[in-house]
């Protein structure tokens, strides 16, 4: 049955409006070719002539013939980004966040995505499980990349055990495919305590480093524990002297990689650092930043943005007659929290008419294990904010929001947070130019 792509959307001076392909239109083929997915589309558009059959809403069908320049878009949007569904994850993974949710919550928070179309569109990352040889067969083909591969572990047996999935051994030899192919990949290891840490880690790492470079890089992440874990597979956190365990081993093989590859390869994500106590790594150790959606370097990253934003913000105010003042708040997760409340104490020391005050959330929403701020929710920020001092704002990442629609995980609106906590709310995006941005844009300059 051939698949019919409705439009959404025709963007403003396109080749598709002069067209005349409006929103409701279906595209059925382009150049007699069936479309499946975006990555079919986007191939077949590429062409300075293509013919593309459209349906109209009341069933007339137009071939209209394009002369254009190669790889220019027709600038149509459609109902799904995808244009197709999103393949739901058949895993029953011991550590999937997902199975730890609390019940209530919007639909579409308990979806389980394990689809290798997202992976290279959003840095998803997939098992493999899910991928057949005629997925394989099109990555290679269009020459998709990066993958972004959740590996778990090298140990077939082991790996049908975490992924419950008695093929997840057998879909690791699909990475071999990729290799040959020149399909560029980054991994990941979900560590689970007692599963595949210690010398089952050790292994997983040995095997993985025959794919550099290929394989562009490897972090290793603690399993996320929630409080909702009733009936699920026994975890247990790390602790302090486990994760400084868990950062040898990978400084380690970073080592050793560095000395081969002249890449660092495999990277510790920034909460075994905070668990164990140490300063996260220098910039030059995370090889440019693979993987910051996966926590690694982001702490680092924010950190040297910081500085630079600073030194340029004291070049710019190197006249003696301005000064600012300004009473600020901020709130963030317990993992960030000893980082932001340094750069807060920088910015003081330099104004001390400024002043900042930075509250830890804990998350009890979820559990107490969970330290990071895109996971806390608008009911904790308000128990824990309630009644205290909060300045004339206050300051909250980017990530615990969908900016989109302007709520936290827990549908708790950020006006409806403001008119409790009575104080105008910021939402900063991530980086250190945007925190040093938000803290002055609120800090009014004086004149001494």
Known sequence: MQKEHIVKAVLPGSIGEELEIQAGDKILAINDAEIEDIFDYQFLVQDNYIEVLVEKPDGEQWLLEVDKD????????????????????????????????????????????????????????????????????????????????????????????????????????????????????????????????????????????????VLESLSIVPVGLTKYREGLYPLEPFTKEEAGKVIDTVEKYQRECFEKHSIHFVHASDEWYILAGREVPEESRYDGYLQLENGVGMLRLLLNEFEDAMKQRREQEALPCLSRSGNLTMATGLLAYPYIKRMAEKITECYPNISIQVYPITNFFFGEQITVSGLITGQDLEKQLQGKPLGEVLLLPENMVRVDEGIFLDDISVKGLERSLQVPIDIVKSSGYDFVEAVFTHAVPQEL
């Not at 109902?79 to 895993?91: A, I, P, Q, T, V």
């Open 70 to 213: 190669f790889g220019e878009d027709l600038g149509l949007e459609f109902e799904s980004g995808l244009m197709d569904e999103y393949r739901h994850c058949h895993n029953k993974c011991v550590f999937c966040f997902i199975d730890q949710m609390p019940p209530g919550m919007r639909e579409n928070l308990y979806f389980k995505d394990d689809d290798s179309r997202l992976s290279f569109l959003q840095g998803n990352y997939v098992t493999l499980t899910n991928m057949s040889d005629h997925d394989i067969d099109r990555i290679c083909r269009y020459r998709l990349s990066p993958i972004n591969i959740s590996f778990q572990t090298m140990n077939p047996k082991l790996r049908c055990k975490m992924l419950n999935n008695r093929f997840a051994g057998e879909a690791l030899k699909k990475v071999d495919v990729l290799f040959k192919a020149d399909i560029h990949m980054n991994g990941q290891i979900v560590l689970c305590k007692g599963l595949n840490d210690g010398k089952e880690l050790e292994f997983s790492i040995r095997e993985l480093m025959k794919y550099i470079p």
